[in-house]
């Protein structure tokens, strides 16, 4: 003889092991991507903290949980850059809803240096990564207003406009400079440098092997634009 369940009854413990087993499902997914971030906190600060080192003065430390962290680095006298600071922003591991979301739109963790000149530049340069980010209206507002610069050593997948082409055309005849854009490749988001403190604002993609990479492109950029010695005058 066939017992007869109640179809409630039969549904309501049914929906309990779906419930149950999709908190499991967030509960594991919170404690492995909170796991990971932090280990990508210590392995990351690590690196920069001893490539930032010996340009700082002072250095302070600020992290965010599991999301990142921020290095504020008062610069030594020989460094080009001042008030410069190093953010690393993680993605949101912890949240299961951001990784079905990353199945349709890729994310990834960003790296962003800010960092004011010894000089106020007094000219406008943006250097886009097209295949890294989407230009949005406001980027395409800023760019109608600037003249393109000829950068034949960068790949074609870079937009480079400048207010000062023949000021910073030699930047980009640099082979240190293009190397190290080239080097990033995909990782290069966007490097800006304009008028306004912080002069330089520059993003990448965050991964282990690009990260001194980022830091030593940001202070070859302060290292152009530093105020230029006069030659001493020969005496008759």
């Known amino acids: 003889m066939f017992e007869f369940v109640d179809p409630v009854e039969l ?14 499902i967030f509960v594991g997914v919170y404690v492995w ?19 930032l080192g010996p340009r700082c003065e002072k250095a302070k430390e600020q992290i965010y949980k599991s999301s990142g962290f921020r290095i504020n680095c008062v610069t030594k006298k020989n460094v ?26 890729p994310y990834h963790d960003m790296l962003l240096t800010t960092a004011s000149l010894l000089v106020k530049p007094q000219l406008q340069l943006e250097i886009i990564n097209t295949s890294s980010k989407t230009i949005m209206k406001e980027d395409e507002e ?38 190290m854009v080239n080097k990033l490749g995909d990782d290069f988001i966007r490097m800006s440098v304009t008028d306004a403190a912080p002069h330089l604002l520059f ?12 830091v030593r ?20």
Not at 33 to 51: C, P, Q
Not at 145 to 160: C, H, N, P, Q, Y
């Open 11 to 24: 549904f309501g413990t049914i929906g309990l092991f779906v419930t149950v087993g999709i908190m499991a």
């Open 33 to 51: 991507g909170t796991k990971y971030n932090k280990m990508l906190i210590r392995r990351f600060g690590s690196i920069l903290k001893t490539e």
């Open 80 to 105: 080009p850059l001042k008030n410069w600071e190093v953010v690393l922003f993680l993605l949101n591991r912890e949240n299961l809803i951001h990784h079905l979301a990353s199945r349709f739109r």
């Open 142 to 179: 800023v760019l109608k207003k600037l003249k393109e610069v000829s950068a034949s050593k960068l790949g074609d997948k870079f937009i480079v406009k400048s207010s000062e082409v023949e000021r910073v055309k030699e930047l980009f005849q640099d082979k240190e400079f293009t190397g």
């Open 203 to 214: 993003a990448s993609r965050a991964r282990e092997s690009s990260l001194i990479t980022h």
């Open 217 to 236: 492109l940001a202070e070859h950029v302060g290292n152009y634009f530093k105020p230029k010695k006069r030659k001493p005058k020969i005496l008759e």
